[in-house]
C-alpha cells in the first residue's frame, strides 16, 4: 500500500467480506486487524483480495514465507502484464497506483499515461521489407525473396493512441461547433440574413442537431467523468465543465420544448428563450483542444527516458567455437562471447576479454570526452565503440544491464511525489467544493442585485465561473517537473531515487564525503614497499600478497597486483579475518600476521620501533595511504600506496563551497593523509581514522544542530551514514550496497556529479515553484474575474468561452513551462 487511497479500498475490501464486523487497517505497519463473527481462515481475506484484482495480499504477521510467495506471484502477473503495459495518473492521484489498461483516473479523471517499458532489451521481432506477414525471432535472410530481415517497427505508445483519437474527435467537435457559432453571432448582424431564410425558433433546431455530435460523441467522455466523480465523491476538473457545459445544454433544450416556463427576461423579441448551445459546444470544444494539447506535451515530458531505450541496439554479434553468429539481443546469456565491431553500440554489461578501445559514454554518464578501455575494464550497454574491435563477456544482460536500471529507476522516480506536492493535494481537497459554492453564490447575487436580464446574467456568470477554475493546472504542476527533471538527471548521469530526494537536495547545509573513490581515483596503486632491518621487501611483500588475496578491498587488489608484477610467491593463510575500517588478520607458517592502520596494530598488540615510525610518518604527510605488516606482535614492514586525486575534485568542491555548503570530508586513512588531500583541495573540514559508526555518528551531530545533511560515498562502510543522512549520494562505481541505500546515484561517481545533482534540484525546485505560482495565481485572479467582479468597475463580464480558452491553456501552459527544464544546463 502506498497511500490513503490503498488502505481506504483494503479496508473495504477485507470490510465486505461475509462474516466481517469491522476491519482497520494501518498505513505505516502494513498490518489488518479483523474482527469476525466467527473465525475464517486467511484464505478466505486471501480469495477477497485475489478477486479485487491481485493487487495485495495477506498474510499472519509471522509467516514471511507467504509475503515473498505473494509478492513472487505480483512479479510474476506484473512480466506478463509488461506486455500490455503500465499506466499511472500524471497526478499522482493515488501515489504511486499503477494499471495494467489504459483509462481514466478515477480520482481527477484525466487520461492515465503510459510508463515507457523498463526493459531495454525486449525481444525484437524481424520482418521482410518485401514480405511483411515474414515474422522472425532472429535475424537472418528473407525465405521468400533472399532480403536482410530489419526490425519490426514496435506498437505505437498508448499515449500516442490516445493523442490520435482526441485530435480525431476535435476535428469532429469543431466541425460541428464552427456553424453553431456562427449561427449564434449572426445576431448580432443588423437585418440578419439568415432570418430571411427561416425564423429563429427552427435555427435553434439546427443549433440543437449540431450540438448532438459534440456532446453525445466527440466531448461525451467529459460527462462520464463528471458522472463518476460526483457518484465517487472525488470531485474534480470534469465535475465543474460536466455541471457548466452540462447546464447551458439543457437549459437550451429546455427552453425551446417549453418556452412558456420562463419569463419574459429569458426570451428574445421574437418570443423564443435565449439559447446557449454555443456556449456549451465552444466551451467543450476548447476543453478538448486543451486535452489534445496536454496529451501532445506529456509525449514529451518522458522523451529522455524513450531516448535511453533507442540506445539499446537489437541485435549483436556472438563467438561460439571461434565462428560468428548475428543474434537478436534477447538470446544473448550470461558468460557469451561478444564482438563489437568499430562504432557499433555496446549489447550488454561486461568486461573486455581480448583488444582495447575508446567508447563514448557520453549518453550514460554525460561526459562527452570517450574513455580508453582494455582488458579486464568493464563496458555498459548503449555506450558506442570506438575505432577498434574488441571481444567481451557478458555478465549482466536483459533487465539487469545499468541502462535498464537507469530506466527503471527514472519510472519510479516519475512517479513519486515531493513533499511540496502536500500542499497543491490539500487546496485540491477543497477547490471543486468551494467553486461550485462560488458559482452558486455568483447566480444568486447577479438574480439579486444585477442589472436586467438578470437571470440570464446570473446564470451566464454562473457557468462562467465552474468553467474558469482548473484544480488540474495546480495538481500538475509538480509531477510534471518532476518527470522532466528527473528525464534531465539521467542524460547526464545523475539517477533520482525519488522526488523527495531532489526537493531536499536544495535544502542541503553540509555534505559529507568519503575520500577513496568519491575524492580520489579509487584506483591505489603500490609505490613502494619498507622494512625493517629484520625483514626484506620479498617477505613483507610475500606476506602482505598473501594475506590479501583473502580480501576484497581495493587497497588489498592493488598489493596483489603488484605483487603478481614481482612474481611474489604466495603462501597459504589460515584464521583469515577482516576487520572494517582497520585491516586484516590471519595466520601463516604458524606466525600471527596482522596488516592495517594504527587502530589494527593496537588491536593486534604489535610495537613499532621509531625508525619505521619515522618513515610511515613521511610518507603519510605526502598524502599517501600506509599499511603496516605485524608478525608476531612486531611491525616488520609497510607498504606505501597513492590513489590520484581526481582531476574535477578541487573545482567541484570550490563550487559547492561557493553555494554556501559546508564540505566535509571523512576518511578511515590516518590524520596526516587526511591533512594532505584536505590542505591540496583548500578543505578546512575534514575527520580521520573514521569508522562507519564514526561517519553515522558525525551525520547525526549534525542534523541535531539542525542542519540538512548530504552524504556522498560509495562503500559497503558507508551504507548507515548513507541511510541516515537526509539525502544519500551514491558514487555508481561503488558497491550495490551504497546504492540502494542512496536516494541519488552519480553513473560516473565523481564530485561533479554532485555539482551537476545540485544544479538540478534547484531548477526543478525554481520550475515546480513557477508552475504552483502561477496555477495559484490563475485560480485566484480568474475564478473572481468570471464571477464578475470587474463589472460594477468597468462593465467587464467574462463569457463562458474565454473562460473555457483560459482554463484549457492553464494546463497546458504548465506542462510547457515544465518542458523548458529539457533545454536546462545542469
Known amino acids: 500500500m502506498t497511500c490513503n487511497g490503498c488502505r481506504g479500498h483494503v479496508e473495504q475490501t477485507l470490510g465486505e467480506v461475509e462474516g466481517v464486523l469491522r476491519a482497520s487497517v494501518n498505513l505505516e505497519k502494513a498490518e489488518a486487524v479483523i474482527e469476525m463473527e466467527k473465525h475464517l481462515p486467511l484464505k478466505v481475506f486471501e480469495k477477497a483480495l485475489e478477486d479485487d484484482g491481485g493487487r495485495y495480499g495477506i498474510s499472519l504477521p509471522d509467516d514471511a514465507e507467504a509475503a515473498q510467495k505473494h509478492q513472487k506471484k505480483k512479479e510474476e502477473k506484473r512480466s506478463k502484464q509488461s506486455s500490455a503495459g503500465t499506466f499511472y495518473c500524471p497526478m499522482h492521484c493515488e501515489g504511486e497506483k499503477t494499471y495494467d489498461k489504459p483509462g481514466d483516473c478515477p480520482v481527477c479523471g484525466m487520461d492515465l499515461v503510459e510508463e515507457v517499458k523498463t526493459s531495454a532489451n525486449s525481444a525484437t521481432e524481424y520482418t521482410c521489407p518485401m514480405h511483411p506477414e515474414i515474422v522472425r525471432d532472429e535475424p537472418g535472410p528473407c525465405p521468400i525473396c533472399g532480403m536482410?530481415?530489419?526490425?519490426?517497427?514496435?506498437?505505437?505508445?498508448?499515449?500516442?493512441?490516445?493523442?490520435?483519437?482526441?485530435?480525431?474527435?476535435?476535428?469532429?467537435?469543431?466541425?460541428?461547433?464552427?456553424?453553431?457559432?456562427?449561427?449564434?453571432?449572426?445576431?448580432?448582424?443588423?437585418?440578419?440574413?439568415?432570418?430571411?431564410?427561416?425564423?429563429?425558433?427552427?435555427?435553434?433546431?439546427?443549433?440543437?442537431?449540431?450540438?448532438?455530435p459534440v456532446v453525445f460523441y466527440a466531448t461525451w467522455m467529459f460527462f462520464e467523468r463528471a458522472y463518476r466523480s460526483i457518484k465517487t465523491w472525488n470531485?474534480?476538473?470534469?465535475?465543474?465543465?460536466?455541471?457548466?457545459?452540462?447546464?447551458?445544454?439543457?437549459?437550451?433544450?429546455f427552453g425551446m420544448l417549453f418556452p412558456d416556463f420562463f419569463p419574459?427576461?429569458?426570451?428574445?423579441?421574437?418570443?423564443?428563450?435565449?439559447?446557449?448551445?454555443?456556449?456549451?459546444?465552444?466551451?467543450?470544444?476548447?476543453?478538448?483542444?486543451?486535452?489534445?494539447?496536454?496529451?501532445?506535451?506529456?509525449?514529451?515530458?518522458?522523451?529522455?527516458?524513450?531516448?535511453?531505450?533507442?540506445?539499446?541496439?537489437?541485435?549483436?554479434?556472438?563467438?561460439?567455437?571461434?565462428?560468428?553468429?548475428?543474434?537478436?539481443?534477447?538470446?544473448?546469456?550470461?558468460?557469451?562471447?561478444?564482438?563489437?565491431?568499430?562504432?557499433?553500440?555496446i549489447p550488454v554489461d561486461g568486461s573486455i576479454l581480448e583488444g582495447e578501445s575508446s567508447i563514448d559514454e557520453s549518453m550514460i554518464t554525460g561526459e562527452p570526452v570517450?574513455?580508453?578501455?582494455?582488458?579486464?575494464?568493464?563496458?555498459?550497454?548503449?555506450?558506442?565503440?570506438?575505432?577498434?574491435?574488441?571481444?567481451?563477456?557478458?555478465?549482466?544482460?536483459?533487465s539487469d544491464t545499468l541502462l535498464s536500471q537507469i530506466i527503471e529507476m527514472v519510472n519510479k522516480a516519475s512517479r513519486s511525489r515531493a513533499p511540496i506536492q502536500k500542499l497543491a493535494d490539500k487546496i485540491s481537497g477543497w477547490f471543486v467544493p468551494i467553486v461550485v459554492l462560488i458559482s452558486v453564490l455568483t447566480f444568486i447575487v447577479w438574480a439579486i442585485f444585477g442589472p436586467d436580464p438578470k437571470y440570464v446574467f446570473a446564470l451566464v456568470n454562473a457557468i462562467a465561473v465552474l468553467i474558469i477554475a482548473c484544480p488540474c493546472a495546480l495538481g500538475l504542476a509538480t509531477p510534471m517537473s518532476v518527470m522532466v527533471g528527473v528525464g534531465k538527471g539521467a542524460q547526464n548521469g545523475v539517477l533520482i531515487k525519488n522526488a523527495e530526494a531532489l526537493e531536499t537536495l536544495n535544502k542541503i547545509d553540509a555534505l559529507i564525503i568519503d575520500k577513496t573513490g568519491t575524492i580520489t581515483e579509487g584506483k591505489p596503486s603500490v609505490e613502494k614497499v619498507g622494512y625493517s632491518e629484520y625483514s626484506s621487501e620479498e617477505k613483507v611483500l610475500q606476506y602482505v600478497v598473501s594475506l590479501n588475496q583473502n580480501s576484497e578491498h581495493p587497497l588489498a587488489d592493488a598489493t596483489v597486483k603488484y605483487g603478481k608484477e614481482k612474481n611474489s610467491e604466495v603462501i597459504k593463510t589460515t584464521d583469515f579475518n577482516s576487520v572494517t575500517g582497520k585491516g586484516v588478520t590471519g595466520t601463516i607458517n604458524g606466525k600471527k600476521i596482522a596488516l592495517g592502520n594504527e587502530k589494527m596494530m593496537k588491536e593486534a598488540g604489535a610495537d613499532i620501533s621509531e625508525e619505521i615510525q619515522k618513515k610511515i610518518s613521511q610518507e603519510q604527510q605526502k598524502g599517501k595511504t600506509v599499511p603496516m605488516l605485524s608478525v608476531d606482535g612486531e611491525v616488520v614492514g609497510y607498504i606505501v600506496i597513492a590513489d590520484k586525486i581526481k582531476q574535477t575534485s578541487k573545482k567541484a568542491i570550490a563550487e559547492l563551497q561557493k553555494k554556501g555548503i559546508q564540505v566535509i570530508m571523512l576518511t578511515g586513512d590516518n590524520y596526516d593523509t587526511a591533512?594532505?588531500?584536505?590542505?591540496?583541495?583548500d578543505l578546512a573540514d575534514f575527520k580521520a581514522e573514521m569508522l562507519p559508526q564514526h561517519k553515522l555518528e558525525v551525520v547525526e551531530k549534525l542534523q541535531t544542530e539542525g542542519k540538512k545533511v548530504a552524504m556522498a560515498g560509495d562503500g559497503i562502510n558507508d551504507a548507515p551514514a548513507l541511510a541516515k543522512s537526509d539525502v544519500g549520494i551514491a558514487m555508481g562505481t561503488g558497491t550495490d550496497v551504497a546504492i540502494e541505500s542512496a536516494g541519488i546515484t552519480l553513473v560516473k561517481g565523481d564530485l561533479h556529479g554532485i555539482v551537476k545533482a545540485f544544479h538540478l534540484s534547484e531548477k526543478v525546485m525554481q520550475n515546480i515553484k513557477q508552475n504552483l505560482f502561477f496555477a495559484l495565481i490563475y485560480n485566484t485572479l480568474g475564478v473572481p474575474i468570471a464571477a464578475g467582479v470587474l463589472y460594477p468597475f468597468f462593465g467587464v463580464l467574462l463569457s463562458p468561452m474565454i473562460a473555457a480558452l483560459a482554463m484549457s491553456f492553464s494546463s497546458v501552459s504548465v506542462i510547457?513551462?515544465?518542458?523548458?527544464?529539457?533545454?536546462?544546463?545542469?
Open 148 to 212: 536482410d530481415l530489419v526490425p519490426k517497427e514496435v506498437d505505437e505508445s498508448a499515449e500516442n493512441k490516445t493523442y490520435k483519437t482526441l485530435l480525431n474527435k476535435f476535428w469532429i467537435a469543431l466541425a460541428f461547433t464552427i456553424p453553431i457559432f456562427l449561427i449564434a453571432m449572426s445576431e448580432m448582424i443588423p437585418n440578419n440574413p439568415l432570418y430571411d431564410i427561416m425564423p429563429m425558433k427552427y435555427w435553434n433546431w439546427v443549433q440543437f442537431g449540431l450540438s448532438i
Open 235 to 253: 470531485l474534480n476538473m470534469f465535475t465543474l465543465i460536466g455541471i457548466g457545459a452540462g447546464v447551458a445544454w439543457v437549459f437550451s433544450v
Open 264 to 345: 419574459a427576461q429569458f426570451k428574445t423579441e421574437s418570443g423564443t428563450v435565449h439559447v446557449y448551445f454555443e456556449a456549451a459546444t465552444v466551451i467543450l470544444t476548447l476543453v478538448l483542444m486543451g486535452q489534445v494539447l496536454e496529451a501532445r506535451a506529456h509525449n514529451r515530458t518522458n522523451s529522455a527516458v524513450k531516448e535511453l531505450l533507442k540506445l539499446a541496439p537489437n541485435k549483436a554479434v556472438r563467438i561460439v567455437d571461434g565462428k560468428e553468429e548475428t543474434i537478436a539481443i534477447d538470446k544473448i546469456e550470461v558468460g557469451d562471447k561478444l564482438r563489437v565491431k568499430p562504432g557499433e553500440k
Open 816 to 826: 510547457t513551462n515544465a518542458l523548458r527544464l529539457r533545454g536546462t544546463k545542469i
Open 370 to 398: 570517450p574513455v580508453s578501455k582494455g582488458e579486464g575494464d568493464k563496458v555498459s550497454s548503449g555506450t558506442i565503440n570506438g575505432k577498434q574491435t574488441f571481444v567481451m563477456k557478458a555478465e549482466k544482460v536483459g
Open 675 to 681: 591533512k594532505a588531500i584536505a590542505s591540496e583541495l
